[in-house]
């Protein structure tokens, strides 16, 4: 196989930025930068929760995605203006709210509804696994002011969740695709996990090809190496200092054992 466009290595990540606070107005809100795909991902706080919720004093976290018009190479028209979400876009928002959801401890959220909302600002492969990995730390600041404003006792976190992409070109298990590798991919793989090595989603499947489970293994052994990665990024981006770091990470690891 020839070698990659950017000269990586096979179990390499693209470079990867989050920029917190770029929304003066959203509880939280962040840029994640993974190579030359950008996502802004914001998290607002809403005072009530869906119908199957009302009077359950448990709350919820769902998510809005879209590309925007010239996030790829050719424009492509708002579906705002089309009339209708596509199923691919309704997928992806579908994905990056269980995603959230399973590491928040929704019964200490209270009746309220956390909207994350993740917009594509320029696309190059992997934008539902950084719209993930960049929601959990807009969310993470919304969850934190709350608490800092005392409408949460604590803050209700589990631990933390990303996602990566990993895939098989030509019998090589490759890290992180940018858009021309996951175009020829012969297997595509989206992995969602937490930083408790338990794995929320794994989306996995073949463009005309079938794999083996050694290959799965390869597939799952470079997520690993990933997540662990974008968990480090996160936790430097979100990094606190004093008594505020002493307060909110022990909150987060006694959520974490439950």
């Known amino acids: 196989m020839?070698?990659?466009?950017?000269?990586?290595?096979?179990?390499?990540?693209r470079p990867?930025?989050?920029?917190?606070?770029l929304n003066i107005h959203a509880e939280g809100s962040v840029l994640i930068s993974?190579?030359?795909?950008?996502?802004?991902?914001?998290?607002?706080?809403?005072?009530?929760?869906?119908?199957?919720?009302?009077?359950?004093?448990?709350?919820?976290?769902?998510a809005e995605y879209a590309m925007l018009p010239r996030a790829t190479a050719s424009r492509s028209q708002r579906e705002s203006v089309r009339g209708r979400i596509k199923g691919r876009s309704h997928e992806i928002q579908?994905?990056?709210?269980?995603?959230?959801?399973?590491?928040?401890?929704?019964?200490?959220?209270g009746e309220r509804t956390l909207w994350i909302d993740c917009d594509?600002?320029?696309?190059?492969?992997?934008?539902?696994?950084?719209?993930?990995?960049?929601?959990?730390?807009?969310?993470?600041?919304?969850?934190?002011?709350?608490?800092?404003?005392?409408?949460?006792?604590?803050?209700?976190?589990?631990?933390q969740i990303a996602a990566v992409s990993v895939g098989l070109i030509e019998g090589r298990a490759l890290l992180d695709l940018d858009y021309q590798e996951d175009?020829?991919?012969?297997?595509?793989?989206?992995?969602?996990?937490?930083?408790?090595?338990?794995?929320?989603?794994?989306q996995a499947s073949g463009e005309e090809h079938r794999f083996s489970r050694?290959?799965?293994?390869?597939?799952?052994?470079?997520?690993?190496?990933?997540?662990?990665?974008?968990?480090?990024?996160?936790?430097?981006?979100?990094?606190l200092r004093g008594e505020e770091r002493e307060a909110v990470i022990g909150s987060e690891s006694a959520l974490c054992q439950r």
């Open 2 to 13: 020839e070698e990659r466009s950017d000269g990586r290595a096979c179990n390499m990540l």
């Open 16 to 21: 990867v930025a989050i920029e917190r606070g």
């Open 34 to 62: 993974v190579g030359n795909t950008r996502v802004h991902c914001t998290a607002s706080v809403e005072e009530k929760v869906p119908p199957f919720l009302r009077g359950s004093g448990r709350g919820w976290i769902t």
């Open 94 to 109: 579908r994905l990056i709210g269980r995603s959230l959801r399973a590491g928040v401890d929704l019964s200490l959220l």
């Open 120 to 159: 594509v600002l320029q696309a190059d492969g992997g934008t539902r696994c950084a719209s993930i990995t960049g929601a959990y730390v807009a969310m993470t600041d919304a969850l934190r002011l709350l608490w800092e404003r005392k409408q949460l006792p604590s803050i209700p976190l589990r631990c």
């Open 183 to 202: 175009s020829r991919a012969d297997v595509d793989c989206n992995i969602v996990k937490t930083d408790t090595s338990h794995f929320v989603e794994v």
């Open 214 to 239: 050694d290959e799965l293994d390869a597939m799952l052994s470079l997520a690993d190496l990933g997540t662990e990665e974008f968990f480090s990024v996160q936790r430097e981006a979100l990094g």
